[in-house]
């Protein structure tokens, strides 16, 4: 059984950093494209990034290019989300999932929540 | 990275049909066909129903289709059931090798 679990969700101020972790299981991660996905409270999906099997593409959207970095452990079937300059329009659940090329995510995490708040 | 654009709202009765649409451009929903759609209930992960336009996953109801014409995607779904009531969302690969989600469809069975 697939299975993305979150964590590293938290309360930040604005301007600070956090990371999020996602560990998998159920598959050979190592073979498959990740995503993160956000979605501020009452409001739709939004794509953030997602990174090659190997770790050698990564993709932004232009929201969080350039504060976000997306990066993968593969002996460790774990992903990460850095995220810096965090600001409050970035309070969001956090989705990890699970990607095949160019398509859409297939699994998801269950999410976890950040807020950046003073 | 403009959002794919989708109706705010459709509503339906149980037992009839109905489609929600998914519009972009020619290099997103046009230029590929890495089109999904996905069901998501409130407080829930999303649900993959379909990808590549048409396809669905295993164990996902053949009463959702997909299809896609030019700039523009649809997902029917037939038969509609009360616990098909639900936000939907398109999602497709980009040109700049980025994806974009509709901004969503909220479904009202009535």
């Known amino acids: 059984e697939v299975q993305l679990v979150e964590s590293g969700g938290d309360l930040v101020q604005p301007g600070g950093s956090l990371r999020l972790s996602c560990a998998a299981s159920?598959?050979?991660?190592?073979?498959?494209?990740m995503h993160w996905v956000r979605q501020a409270p009452g409001k739709g999906l939004v794509w953030v990034s997602r990174?090659?099997?190997?770790?050698?593409?990564?993709t932004y959207a232009d929201a969080v290019r350039g504060r976000f970095t997306i990066s993968r452990d593969n002996a460790e079937n774990t992903l990460y989300l850095q995220m810096n300059s965090l600001r409050a329009e970035d309070t969001a659940v956090y989705y990890c999932?699970?990607?095949?090329?160019?398509?859409?995510?297939?699994?998801w995490g269950q999410g976890i929540l950040v807020t950046v708040s003073s | 990275q403009s959002a794919l654009t989708q109706p705010a709202s459709v509503s339906g009765s149980p037992g009839q049909s109905i489609t929600i649409s998914c519009t972009g451009t020619?290099?997103?929903?046009?230029?590929?066909?890495?089109v999904s759609w996905y069901q998501q209930h409130p407080g829930k992960a999303p649900k993959l129903l379909i990808y590549?336009?048409?396809n669905r996953p295993s164990g996902v109801s053949n009463r959702f289709s997909g299809s896609k014409s030019g700039n523009t995607a649809s997902l029917a779904i037939s038969g509609l059931q009360v616990e098909d009531e639900a936000d939907y969302y398109c999602?497709?690969?980009?040109?700049?090798?980025?994806?974009?989600f509709g901004g969503g469809t909220k479904l009202t069975v009535l």
């Open positions: 159920g598959f050979t991660f190592s073979t498959y494209w």
């Open positions: 020619g290099s997103d929903v046009g230029g590929y066909n890495y």
């Open positions: 999932s699970r990607g095949v090329g160019g398509r859409g995510p297939d699994y």
């Open positions: 999602n497709s690969y980009t040109s700049s090798m980025t994806v974009v």
């Open positions: 590549d336009v048409s």
């Open positions: 990174i090659s099997n190997d770790g050698s593409i990564t």
